[in-house]
């Protein structure tokens, strides 16, 4: 199994852009699969830095339909128009980014994805859990027992001309089953890592082996005492599982400093253009 990050906010590999968004190449027996695509068509330059072929992907995976994990669908579409493209049903939502009252700019920004995306010939919507094959599962969020990261309250959907708190039914995650291993790939865990992690257990009766994933806790301002808290605790429940995790993306590296300071080895960032080495 190949893992490599194709794109994410951090510097990494010499002449891999980065950029607020998210990207994963993966290859396993069966497949060749990119797990998001980034805010833009530089995913795809990155990709070609690293000596990947996206005209080999069969599958793509959008975690949910936010612009920054999409961006670069269309442009993928135009080098690859035979791919499958699994996202939720309600992913082509009206996704919006509360931003504060200000004079010069808009309170609401669009976050959603390119209209374009619904109309492409290859994707396939689904609702709820969905297994691809054997060794590709989707799966949803049933029941959340914690809350959400608290960086999710302005984010919202539009709906009936009015914007509601978005509940993020549009995000999935991906399970590879590789040999006797199991590795969870998430976008940026909005529902909440740890809630996906009881859910994972509920569905697969066991912890996964690697969970790969932004947590949604990056801040553009210093965070409370409370919120750090907030950041320390997930740490601390995280650290009882018999998972290695890999974040990136949405974390954000002073929630990451922190985290890794309570877990250690077991949580580890990954770059633009990474490898992930999946021992």
Request: charged share 30%; aromatic share 8%.
């Amino acid at each position: 199994m190949r893992i490599v990050n194709l794109i994410e906010n951090t510097e990494g590999v010499k002449g891999c852009a980065s950029a607020h968004g998210l990207s994963f190449y993966v290859e396993t027996e069966k497949h060749k699969l990119l797990v998001d695509l980034g805010p833009s068509e530089e995913t795809i330059k990155n990709a070609e830095v690293l000596g990947i072929d996206l005209k080999a992907v069969d599958t793509v995976v959008l975690s949910h339909g936010h612009y920054d994990h999409s961006g670069g669908i269309m442009p993928f579409s135009s080098i690859n128009s035979t791919a499958a493209i699994y996202m939720q049903k309600s992913a082509p939502g009206e996704y919006y980014a509360d931003d504060g009252v200000a004079e010069d700019r808009d309170r609401y920004t669009y976050i959603g994805i390119d209209k374009n995306i619904a109309d492409l010939p290859q994707i396939k919507l689904v609702e709820g859990d969905f297994d691809i094959d054997d060794e590709l599962t989707l799966f949803t969020i049933d029941e959340r027992e914690e809350d959400v990261p608290f960086t999710n309250a302005r984010l919202l959907e539009k709906k009936d001309g009015g914007y509601i708190r978005d509940d993020f039914r549009h995000e999935h995650f991906l399970v590879i089953k590789d040999g006797g291993r199991h590795i969870l790939i998430s976008g940026c865990a909005h529902n909440g890592i740890v809630n996906i992690l009881k859910e994972y257990i509920r569905k697969f009766g066991e912890e996964p082996d690697v969970v790969i994933s932004g947590f949604h806790l990056m801040k553009k301002t210093d965070y409370s005492d409370v919120q750090m808290r907030v950041i320390t605790d997930t740490a601390k429940e995280l650290q009882k599982y018999h998972t290695i995790f890999y974040t990136c993306h949405c974390t954000g590296i002073p929630a990451y400093d922190a985290m890794h300071e309570i877990m250690g080895d077991q949580l580890r960032y990954v770059h633009s253009g990474d490898e992930v080495v999946v021992g």
